[in-house]
């Protein structure tokens, strides 16, 4: 297509590997992994060495690694699992959290769980002192996701996860726009439960993993046969899976020199607009240590998202009002309210983000439709 795609936060395209890896399991080798003969066996395997591989990647064990349908599955295992577990107490999730996280935590509350939203800043970041002081023996479970998708703002998860320990509390992080694109550790973080999804790093739509740490209490939510270790039932995708590791490895192998081509492309971007187009803002941060490196969300004073989109669109740019999930509402988004936008501000957001198939003159095409459509809409 004749377009410039900077969508990549919403999906990415399918890498190459990804659709070697999951062709071979979709026809050759089609068995279902939990059958005893030879076409079993070799899914069985396929699923096994899959599993190692994206297992590898976040300094996870195998076994601590389940398999879903994506991240909105593994956001409302975490949290839903953990309650069942628990069967009483309170959750505590940021305001920024994704749509998977914030209404399962809803859900939970209307079932009689007690909740707590911790508000942000005006870039978009949770503080530990407001995560302490709504400590107590009471909570279960912490969510907090490891960098935003509307704003690409990163979380001091770390500091979070310690302060949920230090209170007997899990934690949990949503790392869908982190995985395949930064390192991520669970060790590290000192998460104890982590999701991903698969086609936000060139893997298929409709798989991703959750992490849980051995040891830690969580409720099956899709109740069925054995497997995933009799925690997640249904016949197991192996096409997905060997897609996913597939795709995982590669985002991997290519992190540290990408990430530092997509984010110098993503900051010349940024810098021609917030210098070259009057009443630009930025919502969130350029900050390299604590952004995502494709991700950046702009207000143009006096236009709409929505009416800038369609303009783009037009011009053969695809962006977006942030989150996908909200695409078809109208209503401003929660995480830039959040941030202290207005609901005015909030609707004039776009957001683009770059990826990995795309290039400086993608950019430069990008600004030039950016100022002509900006410039045409004012004119109105
Ligand atoms: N969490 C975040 C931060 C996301 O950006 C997304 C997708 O946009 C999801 C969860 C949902 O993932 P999936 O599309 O795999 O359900």
Same mark, same amino acid.
């Given at each position: 297509?004749?377009?410039?795609?900077?969508?990549?936060?919403?999906?990415?395209?399918?890498?190459?590997?990804?659709?070697?890896?999951?062709?071979?399991?979709?026809?050759?080798?089609?068995?279902?992994?939990?059958?005893?003969?030879?076409?079993?066996? =070799?899914?069985?395997?396929?699923?096994? +060495?899959?599993?190692?591989?994206?297992?590898?990647?976040?300094?996870?064990?195998?076994?601590?690694?389940?398999?879903? +349908?994506?991240?909105?599955?593994?956001?409302?295992?975490?949290?839903?699992? %953990?309650?069942?577990?628990?069967?009483?107490?309170?959750?505590?999730?940021? %305001?920024?959290?994704?749509?998977?996280?914030?209404?399962?935590?809803?859900?939970?509350?209307?079932?009689?769980?007690?909740?707590?939203?911790?508000?942000?800043?005006?870039?978009?970041?949770?503080?530990?002192?407001?995560?302490?002081?709504?400590?107590?023996?009471?909570?279960?479970?912490? @969510?907090?996701? @490891?960098?935003?998708?509307?704003?690409?703002?990163?979380?001091?998860?770390?500091?979070?996860?310690?302060?949920?320990?230090?209170?007997?509390?899990?934690?949990?992080?949503?790392?869908?726009?982190?995985?395949?694109?930064?390192?991520?550790?669970?060790?590290?973080?000192?998460?104890?439960?982590?999701?991903?999804?698969?086609?936000?790093?060139?893997?298929?739509?409709?798989?991703? =993993?959750?992490?849980?740490?051995?040891?830690?209490?969580?409720?099956?939510?899709?109740?069925?046969?054995?497997?995933?270790?009799?925690?997640?039932?249904?016949?197991?995708?192996?096409?997905?899976?060997?897609?996913? =590791?597939?795709?995982?490895?590669?985002?991997?192998?290519?992190?540290?020199?990408?990430?530092?081509?997509?984010?110098?492309?993503?900051?010349?971007?940024?810098?021609?607009?917030?210098?070259?187009?009057?009443?630009?803002?930025?919502?969130?941060?350029?900050?390299?240590?604590?952004?995502?490196?494709?991700?950046?969300?702009?207000?143009?004073?006096?236009?709409?998202?929505?009416?800038?989109?369609?303009?783009?669109?037009?011009?053969?740019?695809?962006?977006?009002?942030?989150?996908?999930?909200?695409?078809? @509402?109208?209503?401003? @988004?929660?995480?830039?309210?959040?941030?202290?936008?207005?609901?005015?501000?909030?609707?004039?957001?776009?957001?683009? +983000?770059?990826?990995?198939?795309?290039?400086?003159?993608?950019?430069?095409?990008?600004?030039?439709?950016?100022?002509?459509?900006?410039?045409?809409?004012?004119?109105?």
């Amino acid at each position: 297509m004749d377009t410039v795609y900077l969508d990549n936060a919403a999906t990415t395209p399918l890498r190459r590997e990804a659709e070697a890896a999951m062709r071979r399991y979709c026809s050759d080798v089609f068995g279902n992994a939990d059958s005893r003969h030879a076409y079993g066996r =070799a899914a069985a395997a396929a699923l096994a +060495s899959a599993r190692a591989d994206i297992a590898r990647c976040f300094g996870a064990a195998p076994e601590e690694i389940y398999f879903t +349908s994506g991240g909105t599955e593994s956001d409302n295992w975490a949290l839903k699992g %953990a309650a069942l577990a628990h069967g009483r107490g309170r959750v505590v999730i940021s %305001a920024v959290e994704h749509p998977a996280v914030y209404e399962s935590a809803r859900q939970l509350e209307r079932l009689g769980f007690g909740l707590t939203v911790l508000p942000v800043d005006g870039e978009g970041f949770v503080s530990a002192d407001d995560l302490a002081a709504v400590m107590d023996g009471d909570v279960f479970l912490v @969510s907090v996701m @490891s960098a935003n998708n509307e704003t690409g703002s990163i979380q001091p998860v770390r500091e979070l996860a310690e302060i949920a320990h230090g209170f007997g509390a899990l934690f949990h992080t949503d790392a869908v726009q982190t995985a395949g694109a930064l390192p991520v550790s669970v060790k590290e973080i000192g998460a104890d439960m982590l999701s991903l999804s698969a086609h936000k790093f060139g893997g298929p739509k409709g798989f991703g =993993a959750l992490y849980v740490k051995n040891g830690v209490r969580l409720e099956p939510l899709h109740s069925g046969g054995e497997q995933e270790r009799g925690r997640r039932g249904g016949t197991s995708d192996v096409a997905g899976a060997a897609g996913t =590791a597939a795709a995982l490895t590669a985002a991997c192998a290519e992190m540290a020199a990408k990430s530092a081509e997509i984010r110098a492309l993503k900051d010349g971007f940024a810098a021609r607009v917030l210098e070259g187009i009057p009443g630009a803002g930025l919502h969130g941060t350029l900050d390299a240590a604590r952004s995502l490196p494709g991700i950046v969300n702009f207000g143009f004073d006096g236009i709409t998202g929505e009416e800038l989109l369609f303009s783009l669109d037009l011009e053969g740019v695809c962006a977006s009002n942030g989150s996908a999930c909200s695409a078809g @509402s109208s209503a401003p @988004s929660r995480t830039l309210l959040a941030m202290g936008l207005t609901a005015a501000e909030a609707r004039g957001a776009v957001r683009f +983000s770059f990826g990995r198939t795309n290039t400086a003159d993608d950019a430069a095409a990008a600004f030039a439709a950016l100022e002509r459509t900006v410039a045409r809409l004012r004119s109105r």
